[in-house]
């Protein structure tokens, strides 16, 4: 099991950066796939985006590409979220998730209901 907590939220004007990290517990961080999701009020989560165990591999869900970067250390259990060009619509509160399960299906990435491990989530909140 693995215990995973957000950090770097916060307000931002529209064109600015925020990086959020993700620290997981637990000594088999390089295990898990790791991604990024986000809900806005009143809206269904979303995917963000996702990072293969080695990292070796990325997703992106169409809206962030070339905006956003996810990377990993897995020396520092660690999973980020580079944000840069921010947008008003990038509001939303933002969770990392794990899953250790394998797949021969990437797009199993970009689904919620397969990670198993979630953070509480941050704040992020991009001014006009």
């Known amino acids: 099991q693995v215990q995973l907590v957000e950090s770097g939220g916060g307000l931002v004007q529209a064109g600015g950066s925020l990086r959020l990290s993700c620290a997981a517990s637990?000594?088999?961080?390089?295990?898990?796939?790791m991604g990024w999701f986000r809900q806005a009020p009143g809206k269904e989560r979303q995917f963000v985006a996702a990072i293969s165990r080695s990292g070796g591999s990325t997703y992106y869900a169409d809206s962030v590409k070339g905006r956003f970067t996810i990377s990993r250390d897995n020396a520092e259990n660690t999973v980020y979220l580079q944000m840069n060009s921010l947008r008003p619509e990038d509001t939303a509160v933002y969770y990392c998730a794990a899953a250790s399960r394998t797949t021969f299906s990437t797009s199993s990435y970009y689904q919620g209901q397969w990670y198993e491990y979630w953070g509480q989530g941050t704040q992020v909140t991009v001014s006009s």
């Open positions: 637990g000594r088999t961080f390089s295990s898990y796939t």
